[in-house]
């Protein structure tokens, strides 16, 4: 993180996952993010669009493999930068209304996660290199 220490204290597990921004109205509609990586207290998601710094947002989080419902949490935008490569932009979320059972849920998914992280073989050495 920007060079120093990660100080988060919740674990995060790099995983593709759909995060959806519910309309605010009716005349909305609602928009598809995708997770780069998620923790029990929020994650870094790609945005087709610019979302407003500090706004409260509801959303509904799915993790792979779980109901079709999804995981209704309030998130505050933490922050947001422009990727012109990626063609939209990266939001740092924060989760900050969730169910406490939801929250474990998530806690789970990341830990099993990071458990199969943790047991991919290393990638072994081109042949004739150390």
Do not use: H, W
Request: aromatic residues 6%; proline residues 10%.
């Amino acid at each position: 993180m920007y060079g120093g220490p990660d100080r988060r204290l919740d674990p995060r597990a790099d995983v593709e996952l759909v995060l959806e921004v519910l309309p605010a109205s009716p005349s909305e509609r609602s928009i598809r993010l995708l997770t780069r990586n998620v923790s029990s207290s929020g994650a870094l998601c790609a945005a087709p669009v610019p979302l407003p710094p500090n706004s409260l947002l509801r959303c509904r989080l799915f993790l792979e493999g779980e109901d079709e419902e999804g995981i209704a949490t309030d998130v505050i935008v933490l922050r947001v930068d422009q990727r012109p490569r990626a063609g939209g932009y990266m939001a740092a979320l924060y989760f900050v209304e969730m169910r406490p059972e939801d929250r474990d849920r998530i806690r789970r998914f990341v830990f099993e996660r990071l458990g199969e992280a943790r047991r991919r073989p290393e990638p072994v050495a081109a042949a004739g290199k150390p």
